[in-house]
Nanobody, 125 residues
Framework: QVQLVESGGGLVQAGGSLRLSCEAS????????MGWFRQAPGKEREFVAA????????YYADSVKGRFTISRDNAKNTVYLQMNSLKPEDTAVYYC??????????????????WGQGTQVTVSS
């Protein structure tokens, strides 16, 4: 199994950028496809982006396509979410998740096996 710890959240003005990191430990990181999800207050958790174990395949929610970029560095056991052109509606707790069994589960939340504790992103208008 793998343990996940997110970092990089914070307060940013609309139009600004943040880069989230999620560091994994406990197993061979490249075995896991990874995803980012978010949950805003009073709303259900929603998919943001996903990446395959090798990093060769990525998938995005329509709401972030063209603004967010998911990437990974398997040598550093870390997956990143670069967020540009942030909007107030991007405000949420952001979670990374690891998928042990599938090439890339994209937005299929139930396929993700391990979750981090989340990091808060707040975008002010």
């Amino acid at each position: 199994q793998v343990q996940l710890v997110e970092s990089g959240g914070g307060l940013v003005q609309a139009g600004g950028s943040l880069r989230l990191s999620c560091e994994a430990s406990g197993d061979t990181f490249s075995r896991y496809a990874m995803g980012w999800f978010r949950q805003a207050p009073g709303k259900e958790r929603e998919f943001v982006a996903a990446i395959s174990g090798s990093g060769g395949y990525t998938y995005y929610a329509d709401s972030v396509k063209g603004r967010f970029t998911i990437s990974r560095d398997n040598a550093k056991n870390t997956v990143y979410l670069q967020m540009n052109s942030l909007k107030p509606e991007d405000t949420a707790v952001y979670y990374c998740a690891a998928d042990e069994y599938y090439y890339c589960s994209r937005d299929l939340e139930d396929n993700y096996d391990y979750w981090g504790q989340g990091t808060q992103v707040t975008v002010s208008s």
